[in-house]
């Protein structure tokens, strides 16, 4: 699905997103390359939701939304926050298979 399709699954108008931040406010650390992190988050705090998306993806659909085609998204998983429970959605740029047994 395209930028708009995806939006609309989502029930947002549009995507505001930052770095994820630790509790100071500093961007956090990717534990598995130990620099900091590359993905981005929008915060629906009306409907307890996130929406994580990775820096490539989002730069790809920021420089050319109307090629960009293949967006999906991960089961959504319930979360616990400081506020309670969220829904957190994390956005795929999906490749398909090149073979399907």
């Not at 100071?24 to 620099?35: K, L, W």
């Not at 429970?85 to 073979?99: F, K, L, R």
């Amino acid at each position: 699905m395209d930028i708009v399709a995806l939006k609309e699954k989502l029930g947002v108008k549009h995507l505001e997103l930052a770095y994820l931040t630790d509790a100071e406010g500093n961007r956090q650390i990717d534990p598995t390359t130990n620099a900091e992190t590359k993905w981005l988050k929008h915060w629906d705090n009306d409907r307890r939701q996130a929406i994580l998306i990775h820096e490539d993806t989002a730069l790809m659909i920021k420089k050319d939304p109307a090629n960009v085609t293949n967006l999906g998204t991960k089961p959504a998983v319930t979360k616990s926050g400081a506020g309670g429970e969220y829904i957190m959605h994390v956005v795929i740029n999906y490749t398909a298979p090149a073979i399907v047994i």
